[in-house]
Structure formats: C-alpha cells, structure tokens
T-cell receptor, first 115, second 111 residues
Framework: DAGVTQSPTHLIKTRGQQVTLRCSPK?????VSWYQQALGQGPQFIFQ???????QRGNFPDRFSGHQFPNYSSELNVNALLLGDSALYLC??????????????FGSGTQLSVL | GNSVTQMEGPVTLSEEAFLTINCTYT??????LFWYVQYPGEGLQLLLK?????DKGSNKGFEATYRKETTSFHLEKGSVQVSDSAVYFC??????????FGKGTLLTVNP
C-alpha cells in the first residue's frame, strides 16, 4: 500500500515563475492538506481540500491556490514566485469522516528553490 | 491565535541518556496535542498524541503528558538510542487536520 506520494521531489524555479506541485493521497483517503516548511521552521498550514473544494485556509496569499481531482489527488499552484517561497512543501492525507488528526499521513515533500 | 513554543535545539546526547524536549502552547478552547518526528529525507510521522488534560501519550519509549494548568506537553524518553536522532515537532490542533507546529528541535544521539 503506497503512502502519500509527492512529485517532483526537488524543483528549481526563478522569481516570477509559476509552479505546480502534485500529491497522491494514501489509498482510502479523501482529504488532502498542504503545508509549507521553511528552513529551520515548523510546517505551516496552507489549505485543505475535500470533495474537490477548499475547506480551510491558512494565512497565505492568493498566489497560493490548489485543486483536488475526482480521484482525490491534489495540486498546489504558486504564482509569481518570490525568493521567500523557497521551502519544503508537504502534503498530508486523511479521511474526512474520521475527524481525527492521528489519521494524518504526510508525504516526504517537494523541495522548492526559488532563485 | 494558536501558537506552539518548543525548546531551541540542537540537542546532542550520548546513547542511553535521558531526553526532555520542552513544549508549551497557546490556544483557545481545548486543543489536541501531538509530537511528530521527521527523520532525514522522510515525511513527518506521528509519534504520540493526547486529546485532553492529564492524558499521557506514549510510543516507542517516548512519553508526554497534557498539562492544562501549565499549558505544556513536554516530550521525555528515559534512554535514547542513536536511531532516535531526528527532528521533533510539537503541534496542536483545535479543528480537523489543521495543525499548528512549533519550530522543531534537532536531536542528535552519539554512540
């Protein structure tokens, strides 16, 4: 049983560009959350998707957007990249109906570097 | 808003030493509290949790007790191993799946 898979593992972009990160949730999971982890910091919640809709959002600008597909996979899009967007982006999946954070599974992340 | 403050690292210990990583939180209501561990090149893994005051979470020899009166959730282990070397994150949640993390504490255990 594959866990949460993210692609690509590493990515280098330049300022002003746009980037798309992808996440496939663990089998049986229907909810995807995205987190940004800057170097030396803890992960920060970006948003959560369930039933193809954004359900919760953290304190991130509109340059950060997402999408969830009918197969529950998800994309994170970041427009007009800034140097400060350089970070490890983590995807976490879960089952919405369980209502418990202990069932949250994290992927290994995508390391984004903005030059 | 919610926040988590945890002990600054890095922490370097010898094998079989006692470990404490301090964590305090600020939150409205009654959050659930967690410790996550991140091994090099891997995603976050849930280490232990506690959902109400005085609960003790435990796993793999690690323990933490939810102390509402001191708003703390300190992580302890009686005898660390080299394989425990990792980054440890304290976190809280007051709603489904939205976790607030501390900055993390790097633990290195030397043989």
């Amino acid at each position: 049983d594959a866990g949460v898979t993210q692609s690509p593992t590493h990515l280098i972009k330049t300022r002003g560009q746009q980037v798309t990160l992808r996440c496939s949730p663990k089998s049986g999971h229907d909810t995807v959350s995205w987190y940004q982890q800057a170097l030396g910091q803890g992960p920060q919640f970006i948003f959560q998707y369930y039933e193809e809709e954004e359900r919760q959002r953290g304190n991130f600008p509109d340059r950060f957007s997402g999408h969830q597909f009918p197969n529950y996979s998800s994309e994170l899009n970041v427009n007009a990249l800034l140097l400060g967007d350089s970070a490890l982006y983590l995807c976490a999946s879960s089952t919405f109906r369980t209502g418990s954070n202990e069932k949250l599974f994290f992927g290994s992340g995508t390391q984004l570097s903005v030059l | 808003g919610n926040s988590v403050t945890q002990m600054e690292g890095p922490v370097t210990l010898s094998e079989e030493a006692f470990l404490t990583i301090n964590c305090t939180y600020t939150a409205t209501g009654y959050p659930s509290l967690f410790w996550y561990v991140q091994y090099p090149g891997e995603g976050l893994q849930l280490l232990l949790k506690a959902t109400k005051a005085d609960d003790k979470g435990s796993n793999k020899g690690f323990e933490a007790t939810y102390r509402k009166e001191t708003t703390s959730f300190h992580l302890e282990k009686g005898s660390v191993q080299v394989s425990d070397s990792a980054v440890y994150f304290c976190a809280l949640s007051d709603s489904n799946y939205k976790l607030t993390f501390g900055k993390g504490t790097l633990l290195t255990v030397n043989p």
